[in-house]
């Protein structure tokens, strides 16, 4: 049985002298519970989905102070990835969820999953995340300013840092061109900034230019002034135009001409006076792409990411807090990596045992880091847990929830994390 340490009264094995020491100069009520022995015991079951990838699975009993505790479930899975990458799966639209293990078979090559970002329902039913969200390198959501993410460069490997949205959009000649700067990309109006209130909205201040894809459809903020461009030409201006694809995949432009990789572009204020001189055939250059605005990846592009939560391990150090929710035993799910980028480990928490249900208990935030510590990792981050956590791994031509009995619920998600053979 696995053993899982908790407070250092309660402890069965001793403390790492480092946290020996924390712990006798913290007040008694404050000692924050840590994790010890996660691995030590032999998991319970064990899956080899593709050369490079193991997925383990160990089940152990967690008691904090004056509790008898719960049973806990771990289950991780480990890549080499010399012969396996990182990667985003999403729905088939904007606002679409899906179960994980949908979204796992659904990405091409995927041979494990595990939810990804925050999200939240809006005014539609749409399910929405928080963050940004990029596959492929195309991007199909990100809000304006500098938003936390995590995923992958060019090459496949795990990064996270914050990302925004680089590029331009430029028409004229000679001494009247003029070029403003591209701020956003499919972002739906809520912007990223449902708990964020001190980010107010660029584009809405004037300076400089939204731009939708047809994957937004019509989820998007009114501006003063938008123009649709159709292969570097503009084929449409006005105040809201018909733009977008609806369920079915069909335009829902009125002539029924629009076209799948048009593009409109929003503007108010100072902006949306140079889009209004825009016409009806104006030769239009755009170009934008999702850059990493810090960070060790700091200027490059993002090939794959997620909006992410807290980065609790920064080169071999646990980050996490010990008050609020994090303090509280919650399922969680947890993306961690080396320090040469050559491992990555997806992991997910969550309670076992019949009649528990497997959203209700789990491990702190600084305990679940402590586990990714203990298996090599020096980089941590977190994504959504809760009812979301889940981990699929595929099999053959089907793909199965790990984490918990195959049968058991799932939280329909907006997007995933995947790991692909190269």
């Known amino acids: 049985m696995l053993a899982l340490g908790v407070a250092a009264a309660q402890l069965t094995a001793p403390l790492p002298p480092a946290a020996a020491r924390t712990a006798a100069r913290a007040p008694q009520q404050h000692v924050c519970p840590v994790a010890t022995d996660l691995l030590g015991a032999s998991p319970v079951a064990q899956r080899r989905p593709a050369r490079g990838v193991s997925v383990r699975t160990f089940d152990g009993h967690y008691a904090p102070p004056r509790s008898r505790g719960h049973q806990v479930r771990l289950t991780v899975a480990q890549a080499d990835l010399r012969v396996i990458r990182l990667a985003a799966a999403t729905g088939r639209g904007f606002g679409a969820a899906a179960e994980t293990t949908r979204l796992t078979a659904a990405a091409s090559g995927a041979l494990v999953g595990v939810n990804g970002d925050y999200f939240a329902y809006d005014w539609s039913g749409a399910a929405v995340p928080y ?12 809000p304006p300013g500098v938003l936390p993410v995590v995923g992958s460069d060019a090459q496949g490997r795990p990064v996270a840092g914050g990302v925004r949205a680089g590029g331009s959009v430029s028409a ?107 016409r ?34 920064r080169e071999g150090r646990n980050l996490a807090s010990c008050s609020t929710s994090a303090a509280q035993s919650r399922p969680r799910t947890m993306i961690a990596w080396d320090a040469g980028r050559t491992r990555v480990w997806l992991l997910v928490v969550a309670a076992r045992g019949r009649g528990v249900p497997v959203s209700r208990y789990g491990l702190t935030y600084r305990q679940v880091t402590e586990v ?20 699929a791994v595929r099999s053959g031509r089907l793909v199965h929830r790990v984490d918990a009995p195959s049968d058991a619920p799932q939280r329909p998600v907006p997007d995933a994390l995947v790991l692909v053979r190269r």
């Open 372 to 391: 990714a510590r203990s298996l090599g990792a020096a980089e941590a981050v977190m994504v959504d847990g809760g009812g979301s956590s889940t981990m």
């Open 280 to 313: 009806r055939g104006t030769p239009v250059t755009l170009a934008y792409a999702a850059r990493f605005a810090d960070g060790p990846a700091a200027g490059t592009k993002v090939r794959d990411a997620v909006g992410s939560g807290a980065v609790l391990l």
């Open 172 to 278: 004229g000649r000679g001494t009247k061109r003029w070029s403003l700067p591209v701020l956003s990309v499919n972002d739906d109006g809520d912007g990223g900034r449902a708990d964020r209130a001190d980010v107010a909205d660029p584009v809405a201040r004037g300076r400089g230019v939204a731009v939708v894809t047809p994957y937004l459809g019509k989820a998007r903020p009114r501006r003063s002034v938008e123009v649709v461009v159709r292969r570097g030409v503009v084929v449409a201006a006005g105040r809201r135009l018909s733009f977008g694809a609806g369920a079915a995949g069909r335009s829902t432009w009125g002539s029924g001409s629009g076209g799948a990789h048009d593009v409109l572009l929003a503007a108010s204020g100072a902006a949306a006076g140079k889009l209004r001189g825009l």
């Open 131 to 142: 963050g940004p969200l990029v596959r492929g390198g195309r991007i199909l959501r990100l």
